[in-house]
């Protein structure tokens, strides 16, 4: 038996047709629509083809998105003033600072620079932090999109064993507290794990985000569990591939995602929810008149 393809292009379309029509009804009745900024320092290829993808779906949902462009020559202490000129600015409800960025600017010091309110990507330790305490929050994109696509295929995580396979901060770390707050029983492997394999044979649920294409083969997945593969990287034949190996674990899953058309375009469906989120709770908490 072939594994279901959970087919995360489709699901994100919904995703953002749903989205549109809350903005256009929001508009109607509020007059304000989301607006957004991305900010982009130099012009890496991968970033500005990830960044067309964003500003395309905003254009058809209704969100306001302007990309603001910066040499790579830009100093981190120029950029920390223009991420704090966009926070003051009421007008703007979303700040998005394009990753990664040149190595003379600490990533780290600018995530802890944007408003937690505006913060779509959810990557502030503020959101982070409000997500561990299981408090609302602005909730990181790729995750958000992880847990969206076992809502929309019925799975619910109550009880279920949950394998998380990578502990990045993006994607790993918060992807397991997403889980636990579903009530999953979630076990974190990463490099150092002992019998990985075996680990991961436990999951209802498997979720592998490491970045190492194919890493996962048929011998690390229980027959029928659900397959989640965040990872995305190019063969040197330019081609997209995950950290699953489709064709064998297919044969062994009950669901699972492809690469592309996987989690990548749930990504940014969930950053535009952000935006949306962002602008009603700066709205309801009167950081923004109407
Ligand atoms: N501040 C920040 N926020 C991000 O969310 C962020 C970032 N920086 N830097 C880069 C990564 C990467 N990322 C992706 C989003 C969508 C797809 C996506 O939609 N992929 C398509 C394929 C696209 C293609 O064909 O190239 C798919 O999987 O079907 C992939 C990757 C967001 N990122």
Redesign the pocket.
């Known amino acids: 038996m072939s594994a279901e393809i959970i087919d995360?292009?489709m699901i994100?379309k919904g995703y953002r047709e749903r989205l549109a029509l809350e903005v256009e009804k929001f508009v109607a009745e509020h007059g304000v629509r989301p607006v957004i900024r991305?900010l982009l320092v130099g012009d890496n290829p991968?970033?500005l083809?990830?960044i067309k993808?964003?500003v395309k779906a905003a254009a058809e949902i209704g969100i306001d998105s302007e990309v603001l462009r910066y040499e790579p020559s830009i100093t981190e202490a120029e950029l920390l003033a223009e991420i704090e000129r966009i926070n003051q600015n009421p007008a703007i409800h979303g700040i998005?600072?394009?990753?990664?960025l040149p190595k003379h600017i600490d990533e780290h010091k600018v995530g802890l620079a944007v408003d937690p309110m505006k913060d779509i990507?959810g990557?502030h330790p503020v959101n982070q932090g409000n997500s561990l305490a299981g408090n609302w929050c602005l909730e990181?994109?790729?995750p958000k999109g992880v847990i969206a696509l076992l809502d929309t295929i019925g799975c619910d995580l109550n009880g279920k064993k949950v394998v998380v396979i990578g502990r990045s901060n993006?994607v790993g770390k918060p992807v397991s507290v997403l889980a636990l707050n579903r009530n999953a029983t979630v076990t974190i492997c990463h490099s150092r794990t002992q019998n990985l394999a075996e680990e991961a044979r436990q999951a209802d649920v498997l979720i592998v985000a490491i970045g190492q294409p194919k890493f996962v083969g048929a011998d690390f997945v229980k027959p029928g569990a659900v397959v989640i593969d965040v990872g995305?990287s190019r063969t040197a034949e330019n081609k997209?591939v995950g950290d699953v190996d489709f064709d064998s674990v297919k044969e062994v899953a009950g669901w699972i995602t492809?690469?592309?058309?996987?989690?990548?375009?749930?990504?940014?469906a969930m950053?535009m929810q952000n935006a949306f989120e962002a602008m009603t709770k700066q709205i309801s908490e009167g950081a923004v008149s109407v």
């Open positions: 995360g292009f994100a991305v991968a970033s083809s990830y993808g964003k998005l600072v394009q990753l990664p990507d990557f990181s994109c790729t993006i995305i997209l492809p690469v592309p058309r996987g989690v990548g375009p749930m990504t940014i950053l």
